[in-house]
């Protein structure tokens, strides 16, 4: 019987992955600093999420894909830049904003594809593993994929991956945070 979400092996083409990009102790410097931000609520479609997130560089708004100037990349994050950038192949700078989301255990984000407005996207995964989840398509059509993002990893979303995929996260056990870097295409928003 197929698997309904296969492992690593056929993801979707411009879907980079890499794992042990950090230490554990640039992991725990990082954690450290991240339990300092205030997170706020995502509130979409009147249900407010049990993940919570801030913007830097950039903001966004969930239900009107807005993009409007953030408040500056704190130093921690700007120091962590580089990473990201090299595995996107992009320069630090063109990684114009900076959204953290605190996934509590049981959080997890539904299907979607992020706001047309930023272009490559570079998550890099700590302290808990999770699922990323593929699909594209409907019905007998629907294609799907998934692989687990384990803690200290970074994957890119470009090309296919970005434009013609949907990805997700299915509630996890375990508490994680994502730090998601991503260019800046255009202003304005909408689909
Ligand atoms: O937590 C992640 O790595 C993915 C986050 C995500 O898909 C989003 O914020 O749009």
Redesign the pocket.
Known sequence: MAMLFPEVGDLPEGFVYREDVLSSDEEARLVEGLRTLAFGEVRMRGQVARRRTIHFGWTYGYETWRVEPGPPIPEFLVGLRALPARVAGVEGDALAEV?V?HYPPGAG?GW?R?APAFGVVV?V?LLGACRLRFQQGRGAARKTRALT?APRSAYVLDGAARWQWQ?A?PPGREERY?V?FRTLRARGGGA
Do not use: R, V
């Open positions: 959204l989301t984000i979607h992020d998550g995964s993002l990805h996260i994502s998601t």
